[in-house]
């Protein structure tokens, strides 16, 4: 079955630093590739995602590849803000075919708290 | 509309009674799905549908919980005789088919479960 494996969190940094947060994944096919970012009290918003090996999305100065000889999907900023304080989670799904259920896998969330 | 709508955002049940949710996906979008966010940010999938039909419902406990996504109404979540452990929030989501597969899932802000 599919699953993903992100870093466990708090992450704590002061504004303007670098951000990686890793995410590495396991997947019987060839799956599609998701950041999601969910603010206190709200639902989930759809960062960035990636549909193909060595796609990079991007948005919000957030990026992450899609590494498939590693199996990652690391997330990465290089300047942080305290509006970035958030939980993030790295997703995956099926991209299609015979048998595709499409349903997200998610990891368990990486809580980043930005200091000014 | 352009959001998914998710109503009510709280409920409050006593354990045995009964619980609906209800979620108006995205127009235009033609798959549905729900997602359960227990403690610890842990998302579980429960059920999908292909517009009225249900697409794959490998996550939900048949035994209390029910859906159905019917035409011109709202999506709905239905558990009978809740239980503790139901306390959660679920999230609705939608999305639209295309020739490679499904697009990115957009999510609903999310109905607060809580029972007593």
């Given at each position: 079955?599919?699953?993903?494996?992100?870093?466990?969190?708090?992450?704590?940094?002061?504004?303007?630093?670098?951000?990686?947060?890793?995410?590495?994944?396991?997947?019987?096919?060839?799956?599609?590739?998701?950041?999601?970012?969910?603010?206190?009290?709200?639902?989930?918003?759809?960062?960035?995602?990636?549909?193909?090996?060595?796609?990079?999305?991007?948005?919000?100065?957030?990026?992450?590849?899609?590494?498939?000889?590693?199996?990652?999907f690391h997330l990465e900023k290089g300047s942080v803000q305290v509006s970035d304080s958030a939980v993030y989670f790295c997703a995956l799904s099926d991209r299609g075919g015979g048998g595709s259920n499409y349903k997200l896998t998610f990891g368990k969330g990486t809580l980043l708290t930005v200091n000014p | 509309g352009e959001e998914v709508a998710q109503t009510p955002k709280h409920l409050v049940r006593g354990e045995g009674q009964k619980a609906k949710l209800y979620c108006a996906p995205i127009k235009g979008h033609s798959y549905v799905f729900w997602y359960q966010q227990v403690l610890k940010n842990e998302f579980k999938f429960l059920i999908s549908f292909q517009n009225e039909n249900v697409f794959d419902e490998t996550g939900m406990p048949k035994e209390r919980f029910s859906a159905k996504c019917l035409p011109n109404s709202p999506c709905s979540l239905e558990i009978q005789a809740t239980k503790l452990e139901d306390s959660a929030v679920y999230f609705c989501a939608s999305s639209q088919s295309g020739l490679a597969g499904l697009y990115e899932q957009y999510f609903g802000p999310g109905t607060r479960l809580t029972v007593t």
């Amino acid at each position: 079955g599919n699953s993903v494996t992100q870093m466990e969190g708090p992450v704590t940094l002061s504004e303007e630093a670098f951000l990686t947060i890793n995410c590495t994944y396991t997947a019987t096919g060839y799956p599609s590739l998701f950041w999601y970012v969910q603010y206190p009290g709200e639902g989930l918003q759809l960062l960035l995602k990636a549909t193909k090996a060595d796609d990079k999305g991007s948005n919000k100065g957030f990026e992450a590849t899609y590494r498939k000889e590693t199996t990652s999907f690391h997330l990465e900023k290089g300047s942080v803000q305290v509006s970035d304080s958030a939980v993030y989670f790295c997703a995956l799904s099926d991209r299609g075919g015979g048998g595709s259920n499409y349903k997200l896998t998610f990891g368990k969330g990486t809580l980043l708290t930005v200091n000014p | 509309g352009e959001e998914v709508a998710q109503t009510p955002k709280h409920l409050v049940r006593g354990e045995g009674q009964k619980a609906k949710l209800y979620c108006a996906p995205i127009k235009g979008h033609s798959y549905v799905f729900w997602y359960q966010q227990v403690l610890k940010n842990e998302f579980k999938f429960l059920i999908s549908f292909q517009n009225e039909n249900v697409f794959d419902e490998t996550g939900m406990p048949k035994e209390r919980f029910s859906a159905k996504c019917l035409p011109n109404s709202p999506c709905s979540l239905e558990i009978q005789a809740t239980k503790l452990e139901d306390s959660a929030v679920y999230f609705c989501a939608s999305s639209q088919s295309g020739l490679a597969g499904l697009y990115e899932q957009y999510f609903g802000p999310g109905t607060r479960l809580t029972v007593t």
